[in-house]
């Protein structure tokens, strides 16, 4: 990576698994509007369902989820029954019964629930919503608290999927972060599951972590691949001490600087290229032959709040405290706090916090930025024709393109922009300069690589 670019394009930037973005949430979008975005949905609306576990055993320090830390199962018992009970909650306000072809629990630690309580959550799944034949079930999963029992549960719920949290390998690394499972934990763990039917195994690997060497991620990366991982998502450690405070914990110059961390990413990307994986958009890489790949070729890959997708639906039901979704309408959050969550849906009550309308311009941007993040190109004259625009309205945005253009990290023919192999790591700071509401610098945005 040229080191010019580094220093003039690393700038704090959304990661654009939105359009607009979450901080240009507000609380104007109320649990009303929320219900009144629900009852609008055609009734062959296909859905994607995000179930939100909001518990963890112990904090992970380079942590930037919403989680609350428990020894305790009563409190997750607690919240469980919040989380049915936003089901049946959401499900009064649709106008009918939905297919879903997609569910997906995140965290927090969705492994932190006990084996029979994830069935109960699957079988509300299917007391108000079809799957589809070929629905995905997918689960993030902590080796460190799943055992043989609890993917069985999984496997008899219908989980097709399996995230592992892995971030490094290292043990000096993963003391600093408060994160120790040895390499044999997580193999156990990945043996197991595809023991019992579930293969599709993707793994999360972080680099800009503290004491992490070039040598180090790249070891790392040798060592998951072992594991045959379907899917590895690669992603940038985000320093923001300022808004998780436990990240105060990990001491600053135990970071790698700036060019260490760019040489962390570039010898990661490398490396899993020759196992043979294809790189999908920024940080995200697949086996040739898995689904992501495909959709990468065929120009039909999308972008969500789980990053880079195949599922197609266009709603998402967000369910649990700090839940996201989006509809055709806007965007919807949920309250962050677990006891102000619980006790709105205990009230009846659907407990969105913020939110945000979206009007056609922000439909047509929101298009435009997916395809960049997804293709690393842009064909602004066919975006645009379905909207009916004419491409010509982004010439203020060609034109503050000039720099990018005249450093290397994109090509323009036309009205088709191409980011270039030294411009794939900044494909974000392309994004951008279609985001009107963005302002340069923000600090509640992390790092671009």
């Known amino acids: ?60 320090w380079f942590c930037g989820c919403h989680t609350k830390i428990t ?11 919040a989380l049915l009970a936003e089901v049946d909650l959401v499900a009064s306000k649709l106008p009918g019964r939905f297919k879903a072809k997609h569910v997906h629990f995140g965290g927090g630690t969705p492994s932190i629930l006990t084996g029979e309580d994830f069935k109960r959550v699957m079988d509300k799944v299917r007391e108000h919503f079809d799957l589809t034949p070929e629905a995905e079930v997918a689960i993030e999963l902590d080796p460190r608290t799943a055992d043989e029992d ?41 043996s197991l599951l595809r023991k019992h039917g579930i293969s599709e195994l993707n793994m999360d690997l972080i680099y800009g972590l503290p004491y992490q060497t070039t040598d180090s991620v790249v070891e790392t990366i040798d060592q998951a691949i072992t594991l045959k991982p379907r899917r590895i998502s690669l992603f940038g450690y985000a320093h923001v001490p300022w808004m998780r405070k436990h990240q105060t914990l990990i001491p600053d110059e135990a970071l790698p600087g700036m060019g260490e961390r760019w040489s962390q990413y570039e010898a990661a990307q490398d490396r899993l290229k020759e196992h043979g994986y294809v790189a999908v958009g920024l940080d995200h890489f697949a086996a040739p032959d898995d689904e992501m790949a495909e959709a990468l070729a065929n120009h039909t890959l999308h972008r969500n709040f789980q990053g880079y997708t195949t599922d197609t639906a266009t709603t998402l039901l967000g369910f649990g405290a ?8 806007g965007y919807v959050v949920n309250d962050g706090g677990i006891h102000a969550y ?59 393109m000039k720099d990018l253009e005249d450093d ?22 392309v994004a951008a300069k279609f985001d009107q509401y963005l302002k340069a610098g923000e600090q509640r945005h992390s790092k671009a690589v």
Request: hydrophobic letters at 40%; aromatic letters at 8%; one cysteine or more.
């Open 150 to 190: 609890y993917i069985i549960a999984m496997r008899e719920a219908g989980v097709t999927r399996a995230s592992l949290g892995v971030q490094d390998f290292n043990l000096k690394v993963q003391e600093a972060v408060n994160r120790v499972q040895p390499y044999d934990l997580v193999a156990e763990i990945a």
């Open 408 to 429: 290397g990290v994109l090509i323009r023919t036309d009205w088709h922009l191409r980011v270039t192999d030294d411009g794939r790591p900044l494909v974000r700071a």
């Open 1 to 60: 990576m040229r080191h010019d670019l580094v220093e003039k394009y690393d700038l704090r930037l959304p990661r654009y698994t939105s359009y607009p973005t979450a901080p240009h949430f507000t609380p104007q979008v109320t649990g009303e509007t929320y219900g009144a975005w629900l009852k609008e949905l055609p009734l062959d609306t296909e859905l994607s369902l995000y179930f939100h576990i909001a518990y963890c055993a112990e904090m992970c």
């Open 342 to 400: 619980q006790r709105m849906v205990h009230d009846g009550l659907l407990p969105t916090a913020r939110g945000r309308g979206i009007d056609d311009e922000d439909r047509l941007r929101r298009d435009v930025i997916e395809r960049l993040m997804c293709d690393l190109e842009v064909d602004l004259a066919a975006v645009c024709a379905p909207h009916g625009v004419d491409p010509s309205h982004f010439t203020p945005e060609i034109e503050a």
């Open 71 to 81: 020894k305790r199962y009563d409190p997750i018992a607690v919240y469980l029954e």
């Open 322 to 329: 700090s839940g996201i979704g989006w509809l055709p309408q």
